[in-house]
T-cell receptor
Framework: RKEVEQDPGPFNVPEGATVAFNCTYSNSASQSFFWYRQDCRKEPKLLMSVYSSGNEDGRFTAQLNRASQYISLLIRDSKLSDSATYLC???????????FGTGTRLLVSP | DTGVSQDPRHKITKRGQNVTFRCDPI?????LYWYRQTLGQGPEFLTY????????KSRLLSDRFSAERPKGSFSTLEIQRTEQGDSAMYLC??????????????FGPGTRLTVT
């Protein structure tokens, strides 16, 4: 089983739509969780850290369910500029490395 | 620009040649990481430094790979006797040990390696 699993998509949505991505992780001892955004042939950029209580940043909401080992990202009012690959990331317990999912591709169309 | 920088951005080399990449982290960050990313995959961890000490190495880092961070600032990643399977994007990231965001890593633009 992969350490971090995501639906690869692509998710095709119209502008203004709400879209949700899900991710599961295998190591229950993981303590830090993130969503990164990656544009084609560019580096991953930190979108948001995910906290136990859930957190929101503008149109983006991240939630964590430790019991189910599940992380989600909700994007409201999608913009064309949201088109990218969204990477679910967890820390590897006892190590400094981050473990990345393969990413979920989002395509927002006019 | 105070972000992570990497040089070169692109490298094309023939199989069997040696290549070296450089990474300059964010200046106040004492942790530096190397990752490798191939098409359709997320980045995979290669190695990590805290200051000048190399503290973690992935099994992906074969004997042909070596990384250094001699003064705890910039780092180099060398690949000897390159193989076609080494073709990938090599990403460098840095983070700080202080504050609540100590696991947050910030990536450079990457070095895209093509081995022909």
């Amino acid at each position: 089983r992969k350490e971090v699993e995501q639906d690869p998509g692509p998710f095709n949505v119209p502008e203004g739509a709400t879209v949700a991505f899900n991710c599961t992780y295998s190591n229950s001892a993981s303590q830090s969780f993130f969503w990164y955004r990656q544009d084609c042939r560019k580096e991953p950029k930190l979108l948001m850290s995910v906290y136990s209580s859930g957190n929101e940043d503008g149109r983006f909401t991240a939630q964590l369910n430790r019991a189910s080992q599940y992380i989600s990202l909700l994007i409201r009012d999608s913009k064309l500029s949201d088109s990218a690959t969204y990477l679910c990331v967890v820390n590897s317990p006892g190590f400094q490395k981050l473990v990345f999912g393969t990413g979920t591709r989002l395509l927002v169309s006019p | 620009d105070t972000g992570v920088s990497q040089d070169p951005r692109h490298k094309i080399t023939k199989r069997g040649q040696n290549v070296t990449f450089r990474c300059d982290p964010i200046s106040e960050h004492n942790r530096l990481y190397w990752y490798r990313q191939t098409l359709g995959q997320g980045p995979e961890f290669l190695t990590y430094f805290q200051n000048e000490a190399q503290l973690e190495k992935s099994r992906l880092l074969s004997d042909r790979f070596s990384a250094e961070r001699p003064k705890g600032s910039f780092s180099t990643l060398e690949i000897q006797r390159t193989e076609q399977g080494d073709s990938a994007m090599y990403l460098c990231a840095s983070s700080s040990t202080s504050g609540s965001g100590s696991y947050e890593q910030y990536f450079g633009p990457g070095t895209r390696l093509t081995v022909t």
